[in-house]
């Protein structure tokens, strides 16, 4: 292991650490894959480690993958008890002529002027991706969709989107309407962690409502791969998309595709992803918690540095045969204040395999630092300031 400063601007001070094992662990590598999707995401749901990465953080419109976030909404909503599954909703004109059988798209076909249980809803809105379900759903929470769409963005915040804009609850085309890949399967694994009570529902392979069988349009569930969830979408200007996670042998993976040319190619790329993501790479221990891997600068505690570790072992999927080396960096705001707590977070631990970042973990203190006299704060600051000038000042 190596560690090498590299100062990118005043008191931002990462270090690398480039993991230099032998060809049989680190500098592991497993054999290519090709897809024919633009865009595509292979997310290890155990480790949040990245496994394939093409173009993932590239915005692109999502189609009625922006159900996932539909979806959460709801969940949340019947988490906090604003809905229930009981709850009917009306099948207002709205809903009717924009999501129901004149609108011409996925739809649970609904009747106008209908009430139809929330339960009912969300099956037609996972199972069939029923653009009159999620509208109807939009009303039951919020009282209409532009509200409802108010709730998405606050939900897509919690989970950690910071790329994606919604924009509808349905997926229609809206030009500011776009998601990554990447964030997309950020969403998934937030409902996998987080619903798991919800999970059936994307396993469904068919249901019956109003005498109208309905089958799940996910072409993974019948490929006998351990797929069970999560959603599909298909619109001109995005092409044919796909989530889909699967489990075997206790490992759970998360595919996410974008702007496939076909929906045979769509199912291919993706049956193709997740076989190789199986096959082709093994749990392994990159580092320890609470083990020093360096040092940060302290100003004004009682002691001048403290040691900078890991919370959390981290524990992810790597390749089984040589490749791509595994590098590790630490990146954080220094020097620190005091008054620091033991396990206190200052900053990141960033995991690339090759240029791609595969994960982020939380880089915390090892040990508290109680705030010093106040003789050495102000020594402390004093000789940060004149540092700052240092660093501030024209070079030669």
């Known amino acids: 292991m190596i560690i090498s400063p590299m100062l990118k601007r005043p008191f931002l001070l990462p270090l690398a650490l480039l993991l230099l094992l032998d060809g049989r662990d680190m500098a592991a590598r497993a054999q290519s894959v090709q897809v024919t999707a633009p865009i595509a995401f292979l997310l290890d749901a155990g480790t949040n480690g990245m496994l394939f990465d093409k173009k993932a953080d590239q915005p ?208 291919a790329d993706a049956r193709k992803l997740l076989e190789w993501g199986f096959s082709n790479f093994e749990r392994r221990t990159l580092l320890n918690k609470r083990i020093p891997l360096t040092e940060a600068k302290v100003i004004g505690g009682t002691q001048g540095s403290v040691a900078l570790g890991l919370a959390e072992d981290i524990i992810m999927l790597l390749p089984k045969s040589a490749q791509d080396p595994v590098t590790v960096t630490i990146r954080y705001q220094g020097p620190v204040r005091a008054p620091l707590a033991d396990g206190q977070q200052v900053g990141r631990l960033e995991v690339r395999r090759g240029p791609s970042l595969a994960a982020e973990y939380p880089i915390v203190t090892l040990d508290s630092v109680p705030q010093g006299g106040l003789v050495k704060r102000a020594w402390d600051n004093g000789l940060e300031w004149f540092a700052g000038l240092f660093r501030r000042s024209p070079r030669a």
Request: no cysteine; aromatic share 4%; glycine share 8%.
């Open 60 to 267: 692109h419109p999502p189609a009625s993958l922006v159900k996932l976030l539909t979806a959460e909404t709801v969940f949340d909503a019947l988490r906090q008890g604003k809905i229930t599954l009981e709850q009917e909703a009306p099948i207002t004109e709205n809903v009717w002529r924009r999501g129901g059988a004149p609108a011409g798209g996925a739809a649970m076909f609904a009747p106008l002027n209908s009430r139809v249980a929330v339960a009912d809803l969300l099956q037609g809105l996972i199972v069939q991706s029923a653009n009159d379900a999620a509208l109807a759903l939009a009303d039951a929470v919020a009282g209409g969709e532009a509200a409802f769409v108010i709730r998405m963005q606050e939900r897509a915040k919690a989970i950690g989107l910071t790329v994606s804009q919604v924009r509808n609850a349905t997926g229609y085309s809206h030009p500011e309407q776009k998601m990554t890949a990447r964030e997309l399967a950020m969403a998934a694994r937030y409902i996998l962690d987080n619903h798991q009570d919800r999970m059936a529902l994307f396993n469904q392979r068919e249901f019956t409502w109003n005498k109208i069988r309905q089958t799940n349009r996910n072409p993974l569930l019948a490929m006998n791969i351990g797929a069970d969830g999560m959603a599909t979408g298909n619109l001109p200007d995005a092409g044919f998309n796909l989530v889909g996670t699967a489990q075997q042998e206790g490992r759970r993976l998360i595919v996410v595709l974008m702007g496939a040319d076909t929906a045979l190619n769509r199912a």
